[in-house]
């Protein structure tokens, strides 16, 4: 049996999931971020696939989504999706924490995911947090600001913003940017998934960080799946291949 509880943690509204008999024992923490406009919910298919290994999981809401938001949908936050994700990362140690003082993480066994939005903010935070132990990024990008370029001619009403405050908000994202400094990935085991297809977050960019650092020694832990054609979407498939993956990682 599995439980999902709804907790508040320093106001960031998560879910936690985790097997009902394993509910008070140190077990290894699993953060899975979800993607722009959707909300800790709409992720519960994965979480419950990585709670099913044995893991605790944790699924927060980002800035501005869920039970966070503020000032209308999250579709009107387009000019802060960058700002989202660093509120994320700055929030991570925060969840950590946590989860140490309330029912310890066995053997510090640290995993970090996500899809979309939730896979950028992945990549972000192994650039930042040597602590974290494997990670997985599902149709995400490891190069936030080639990304960030693509989306501002996608952004309605961009034009009227001013320019040097755009290129100060990209300034700030080379700090979390993982193409920029992948020997941070350090040996820890990553594993990325792309369709072909998808027409959100572009196949190429991540397959060619893939390719590039491949034969690196500190990305020799470092896996690429591809599914041909396909789109925007996480299948049932993939989500298991997720869940694999950590149990394979920590085990």
């Known amino acids: 049996m599995m439980i999902v509880e709804t907790k508040s943690i320093e106001n960031i509204p998560v879910l936690e999931v985790v097997l009902a008999d394993r509910k008070e024992d140190s077990l290894p923490l ?5 993607g722009w406009t959707g909300c800790k919910e709409r992720v519960l298919t ?3 696939e990585i709670a099913k290994k044995g893991f605790r999981v944790i699924l927060p809401d980002a800035l501005y989504h869920g ?3 503020v000032g209308g949908p999250a579709e009107d936050h387009q ?6 994700i660093a509120n994320s990362v700055k929030e991570f140690p ?3 924490n946590f ?7 066995k053997d510090n066994k640290i995993g970090v995911s996500g899809l979309s939005m939730g896979g950028i903010t992945t990549c972000a935070l192994l650039n930042i947090y040597s602590e974290i132990t494997a990670a997985v990024c599902l149709m995400g990008s490891p190069r936030p600001v080639e990304f960030a370029r693509i989306l501002l001619g996608k952004i309605p009403g961009v ?3 001013d320019p040097a405050y755009v290129e100060k908000e990209l300034e700030q ?3 979390i940017d993982l193409s920029m400094n992948p020997q941070k990935i350090a040996g820890r085991p990553v594993h990325f998934w792309h369709a072909t297809g998808d027409r959100m977050v572009p196949y190429k960019p991540t397959k060619e960080f893939y390719d590039r650092i491949k034969d690196h020694s500190y990305a020799e832990n470092v896996t690429f799946s591809t599914t041909q054609g396909g789109g925007h979407k996480v299948s049932q498939a993939t989500t298991v291949e997720m869940a694999n993956k950590f149990a394979e990682y920590f085990d």
Do not use: A, C, M
Not at 99 to 105: L, V
């Open 173 to 175: 994202l080379s700090i």
């Open 67 to 69: 039970d966070r938001e």
């Open 46 to 48: 994965q979480g419950y």
């Open 99 to 105: 989860y140490k003082k309330e029912f310890g993480i």
């Open 94 to 96: 925060v969840l950590v």
């Open 159 to 161: 034009q009227d913003v």
């Open 30 to 34: 699993v953060i899975f971020y979800h």
């Open 79 to 84: 000019i802060q999706f960058w700002q989202i």
